[in-house]
């Protein structure tokens, strides 16, 4: 049996040697395996993802050929935001039916993969946009970077989100150099350990057998705790391993993550996590609702709500696009209305109240947002202030 | 140089080649933990 950190050190073993000896020749070839190896990895994992990646390819080509018929950049840039409409998919097809129709005996992991698929349209789409966006701006599409983009292995899953700027063959290394192969390796590490060990192991580690010492909120607060950690070592891990896969293409891929567990405000811990979907929400959400509304709180406030949506379509991601949003809007009221005032330096012991509140409050986000219904939601509320 | 400055120096070069460091740290907890990766993650959302 391959696991999948074999397959994917193997793909690395195989590909990354060939690409730069194809580079001595072509510069396109090498583009060709880079699709090459990234669809057919796609396919392995799950046919789902390539199905995702077709769509949103499918839809990319459909505006391209309407802007190359004379539909202006006025018209393109609103239409552009169809692509979200992808993420419906799984809602009306049922993805376990789905996958579990597409393969077979490995319906096992049919949980698993539904949800790994998910997320790789999630990326797909945002990706999409931007790559749509980019060329919209640019007045071309950059086909061979923007395929690149839209399948590169290394990303697709869990961004960072990129459009297709880095792949652009005069924006990629031209050779492989020894310090960005070392950098990549020790990057590589990293990421595999924090996704493939630590990540599992804060999640499998059981809690129940605590309770016997512990009440059961201290126990339901542990685990918030232990969850979100477990979400940013697999996060921060994925995104590691994409940016060191980047580096072994000659292709830079920008940082996601700047020690997001220290902020000590939700607005700055937007300036510390994922910090590609936080480009994306300035860029493309945050200013031009300004522009439109003239209200910086209500646009802050509706983009989160949106980008909550965007994660997945539940009632409980509402409630995170809701907690995030009310508390940057509210951060922002503050700051205007404190704008040209002598603002005293904040006490240490006041700066650690405010981290410990941050990362309490963000934390409980992100779990309520992962729990199946708003009901399980409310009862792990309860929990928390030992009502349940 | 006092043990204050050299335990500065230390963090600075600690900082400086961090990348390398926590690469190095990654192998060792991946080779400790063998086998890893036997199922595919599942990524919660982000």
Do not use: C
């Amino acid at each position: 049996v391959i696991t999948s950190f074999e397959l994917y050190l193997l793909t690395l073993l195989l590909s990354v040697p060939l690409y730069w000896f194809i580079g001595g020749h072509s510069r396109h070839g090498q583009t060709a395996l880079l699709v090459a190896v990234s669809v057919l990895l796609q396919f392995m994992l799950s046919p789902l993802i390539l199905v995702g990646s077709a769509a949103a390819g499918a839809f990319i080509a459909m505006l391209w050929l309407a802007n190359m018929r004379g539909v202006g950049a006025d018209t393109l840039k609103p239409l552009s935001w169809l692509v979200f409409l992808l993420l419906l998919l799984p809602e009306v097809v049922p993805g376990k039916v789905l996958a579990s129709s597409m393969l077979g005996e490995r319906a096992a992991a049919v949980d698993a993969i539904a949800n790994w698929a998910y997320l790789g349209l999630s990326f797909t789409v945002i990706r999409s946009f931007i790559i749509l966006r980019e060329s919209v701006s640019e007045n071309r599409l950059h086909w061979a970077a923007a395929l690149s983009s839209l399948t590169f292995f290394g990303t697709f899953l869990a961004g960072p989100i990129v459009g297709r700027t880095p792949f652009k063959l005069d924006e990629r290394a031209k050779r492989l150099e020894h310090a960005s192969l070392i950098q990549a390796l020790a990057r590589l590490g990293w990421g595999l350990a924090l996704l493939l060990v630590v990540a599992p192991r804060l999640n499998g580690w059981d809690l129940r057998e605590a309770e016997a010492y512990a009440g059961r909120a201290a126990i339901t607060w542990l685990d918030i705790y232990r969850s979100f950690i477990a979400l940013y070592a697999d996060f921060s891990g994925y995104s590691s391993i994409a940016i060191a896969t980047g580096l072994l293409f000659g292709i830079q891929i920008p940082e996601n993550f700047r020690m997001p567990l220290l902020a000590r405000s939700v607005q700055e811990f937007w300036q510390r996590w994922h910090l590609t979907l936080g480009d994306f929400i300035s860029r493309y959400l945050f200013k031009p609702l300004v522009r439109n509304t003239g209200k910086p709180t209500l646009a802050i406030f509706v983009a989160f709500v949106l980008v909550g949506l965007w994660h997945r379509i539940s009632w409980t991601y509402l409630l995170w696009g809701i907690g995030h949003g009310a508390a940057l809007a509210l951060h922002m009221a503050r700051q205007r209305r404190s704008k040209g005032l002598d603002v005293a330096p904040v006490h240490w012991s006041r700066q650690v109240l405010a981290w410990f509140v941050t990362i309490s409050y963000i934390a409980i986000l992100s779990k309520i947002a992962n729990v199946d219904s708003l009901g399980k939601a409310g009862g792990l509320l309860m929990r928390l202030v030992g009502m349940a | 140089m006092t043990i204050q400055e050299r335990l500065i120096m230390l963090w600075q070069s600690a900082r400086r080649h961090q990348v390398y460091i926590l690469g190095v740290l990654g192998w060792v907890i991946i080779y400790l933990s063998q086998p890893v990766g036997s199922q595919l993650p599942v990524y919660a959302g982000y």
